[in-house]
């Protein structure tokens, strides 16, 4: 078996199905003739795909911020290459309020029954500050709308995650456990359902807010939370929006002990080739995925699946 690939394609094969038996382990090993590769397998037929995901990855002599989902591409103020950074997956973009946000093809509206979430590393305050002072009227921009006001906003303040809807009510999470580290990456996932605004901090649950109701948060930039923000300057990675109310659980799978996973079905789990890997979601039907991650052309020349049991 030879499998070709272009930059960043993603093979997939045909399932294993065992229907008298339930899959707990596998093991996939492979030959890689060029290229490099992450892996992935599930047991599960469950499956939960984003409608946007911005990898972060892009890093070209190019504004272009591609969303892996081809549902709503961004553009950046400046080329991607000269903002790209080590991120907490691969890379990520450098983000600054002024000059180096990148702005969505369409408004994106959250709703209830969406999830947001991202990985971010903050670094400087909209106040301009990165020490104590950050928590002097500072807060760290993630994304926003195309005004003057704090309406249709997500950032970090002080110690907690914050946002407000399209007319400025304001929701926010408990309060974290010390303040933010300015060269730490966050994971942070944000759910809106009819009962409450659930919020997450590296994959642990982190208070509610009240429900949305008719509200909707509408996104026009990330890197800015508004357009009279200034200063602010935040890393972000792996942004994702969902059509669905994400459980805890899989919250957990796209934290993923805080290695992350950009795969973009979250019930595929990151494995390594020659390893077995113990699933957290058994099941009878065993799929494998393949991403080449290089941003080159690669091949594998071989592939096995084994020790499925």
Not at 229 to 241: A, K, P, Q, Y
Not at 299 to 305: C, E, G, P, V, Y
Request: with cysteine; hydrophobic share 30%; net charge negative.
């Amino acid at each position: 078996m030879s499998i070709s690939f272009t930059a960043n394609q993603v093979a997939q094969s045909s399932s294993i199905d065992l229907n008298n038996g339930t899959i707990t382990t596998a093991k996939l090993t492979s030959t890689e003739t060029s290229g490099s590769f992450d892996y992935y397998m599930k047991a599960t037929d469950s499956s939960v795909t984003p409608t946007i995901q911005y990898k972060c990855n892009d890093n070209a002599a190019s504004t272009a911020v591609d969303d892996a989902m081809d549902n709503n591409e961004g553009t950046c103020q400046v080329n991607t290459d000269t903002i790209s950074d080590t991120g907490a997956i691969n890379d990520c973009l450098k983000l600054r309020s002024t000059d180096a946000r990148f702005t969505l093809a369409s408004t994106r509206s959250l709703v209830e029954g969406d999830t947001i979430c991202f990985w971010i590393k903050p670094r400087v305050a909209s106040n301009g500050y990165v020490d104590a002072n950050a928590y002097k009227n500072g807060y760290y921009p993630v994304a926003g709308h195309d005004t003057d006001t704090h309406d249709s906003c997500i950032d970090l303040q002080v110690q907690r995650v914050h946002i407000q809807d399209r007319t400025g009510n304001g929701y926010q999470s408990d309060d974290y456990t010390v303040p933010w580290d300015t060269s730490t990456f966050y994971h942070i996932a944000i759910v809106f359902n009819s009962t409450n605004t659930k919020f997450y901090v590296n994959g642990v649950a982190w208070g509610t807010g009240n429900p949305f109701g008719v509200e909707t948060l509408d996104i026009v930039h990330f890197g800015r939370g508004y357009s009279g923000s200034t200063n602010g300057e935040s890393d972000l990675d792996d942004i994702r929006i969902y059509d669905a109310e994400l459980t805890a659980a899989e919250v957990s799978l796209i934290y993923n002990s805080g290695t992350g996973n950009e795969t973009k079905d979250v019930y595929f789990e990151p494995v390594t080739s020659g390893v077995a890997k113990t699933f957290v979601n058994s099941g009878t039907n065993l799929k494998w995925r393949a991403e080449e991650n290089a941003g080159s052309t690669g091949t594998i020349t071989k592939l096995i699946i084994s020790d499925y049991h």
